[in-house]
């Protein structure tokens, strides 16, 4: 049972947070691309976020394969600092809520036990919704927008959400294991994943890391400052352009995925969206981006 303040309410020894939403992403299997885990540390930063809890590695990860690090402390001291997921909390710009975020490691053990720990900062911190972001291998290409599909807690807020259900079956990792955790738990749960192309060699596609920031942005209808991240995306293209233009097998391989890309995107046009619907999101941007819009 967690120990609470009579007078506020809140868990001691954590802060008293206004409708907190909590994001979280992880290292490793759910990770392609390390575009979760750059969207994750660039909302850290971008929210000016400070700690505030890390779990306890000891229960959860091998130390073979999730090694910990050695430092140097003024330069003399050496300093072990365990690799494990922590804890940051921040307030979301122009209001007054709150958002925990998650930055972890794919546990290497007992998942069922990890989720309940993360859950149990869930109810502590009084969160209302979590999300969750990953990303995988398909066969996209790098030319194209990053595609982003979704799954949500629910039909109904998979409509409202506008996010595209993912269609995968088969193995999955800690991202979507947490999400049906926070689902069985009572807890509005969506889960952001970005496409990364799977013939591209460069560990880090910041490309994707922006695409699941927009989702983030749309998600909060809040600013999520991007800094450098489209600038680095850009350079990213460029590179595995010249790459692929150099390589006359991956660039026939790219012409064909980019075709199926036009023709998928040709079908999704079908279903247009409504006047009211393009001035609620225009609206809806002009005031993430404090250029006005209409007033109330």
Not at 108 to 132: A, H, M, P
Not at 214 to 225: F, G, N
Not at 251 to 265: D, G, M, N, S, T
Request: hydrophobic share 40%.
């Amino acid at each position: 049972m967690t120990d609470r303040d009579p007078e506020t309410g809140t868990a001691r020894g954590l802060p008293r947070l206004v409708e907190p939403v909590m994001i979280a992403a992880f290292e490793g299997w759910n990770d392609a691309g390390e575009a979760a885990s750059t969207a994750l540390e660039h909302l850290e930063l971008a929210w000016d976020a400070t700690p505030l809890a890390s779990i306890d590695p000891e229960e959860y990860y091998d130390f073979q394969v999730t090694r910990p690090h050695v430092k140097l402390a003024d330069g003399v001291t050496r300093k072990i600092e365990w690799q494990t997921t922590r804890l940051s909390v921040a307030e979301l710009p122009g209001t007054e809520r709150h958002v925990v975020l998650v930055n972890g490691i794919e546990p290497n053990l007992k998942w069922r036990s990890f989720c309940r720990e993360i859950l149990d900062y869930v109810d502590r911190l009084g969160v209302t919704k979590v999300i969750t972001l990953g990303a995988l291998l398909t066969d996209t290409p790098h030319t194209r927008p990053t595609p982003v599909s979704g799954i949500s807690y629910d039909k109904t807020s998979a409509g409202e959400l506008r996010v595209e259900p993912s269609s995968y079956q088969g193995p999955t990792g800690i991202v979507g294991v947490l999400q049906n955790a926070c689902v069985e738990h009572g807890v509005p749960a969506v889960s952001f994943w970005a496409a990364v192309p799977h013939y591209v060699s460069q560990a880090r596609v910041p490309k994707a890391a922006v695409a699941l920031l927009h989702r983030v942005e749309e998600l909060l209808d809040v600013e999520v400052p991007l800094g450098g991240l489209p600038e680095q995306a850009e350079e990213w293209e460029r590179t595995v352009s010249e790459m692929a233009d150099a390589d006359d097998e991956v660039r026939e391989y790219v012409r064909q995925l980019e075709e199926q890309a036009a023709i998928e995107a040709a079908d999704d046009e079908v279903v247009e969206a409504d006047g009211d619907a393009i001035a609620a999101d225009f609206e809806r941007y002009l005031r993430r981006r404090g250029t006005g819009g209409s007033g109330s």
